[in-house]
């Protein structure tokens, strides 16, 4: 059983930054493939970045690719997403989730969710 808590969400203005961090508790945490997702409203939760359960592959979004960075503490039990250059249409309310599987980027397929961090970004 893994419990996930996000945090750093916030107002931001175009072009500025957030880290976003995912702590995690529970002594497997190590083992778990983290994602992150957003959603809009009006619009379905989607796929910005999943990161391997070693830290050793990362995966984005193409609408991230070179402006959002995903790393992990696993002496921490946390999950950070870095995002810079941000932009209005990244407004959304973020969450962590993980799997204790391979990689996916599709929602239904993560088992824990997080409660959401909301992050708005001003134009």
């Known amino acids: 059983q893994v419990q996930l808590v996000e945090s750093g969400g916030g107002l931001v203005q175009a072009g500025g930054s957030l880290r976003l961090s995912c702590a995690a508790s529970g002594r497997t945490f190590r083992r778990y493939l983290v994602g992150w997702f957003r959603q809009a409203p009006g619009k379905e939760r989607e796929f910005v970045a999943a990161?391997?359960?070693?830290?050793?592959?990362?995966y984005y979004a193409d609408s991230v690719k070179g402006r959002f960075t995903i790393s992990r503490d696993n002496a921490k039990n946390t999950v950070y997403l870095q995002m810079n250059s941000l932009k209005p249409e990244d407004t959304a309310v973020y969450y962590c989730?993980?799997?204790?599987?391979?990689?996916?980027?599709?929602?239904?397929?993560?088992?824990?969710w997080g409660q959401g961090t909301q992050v708005t970004v001003s134009s």
């Open positions: 989730a993980a799997r204790e599987a391979p990689y996916s980027n599709l929602s239904w397929e993560y088992n824990y």
């Open positions: 990161i391997s359960w070693s830290g050793g592959s990362t």
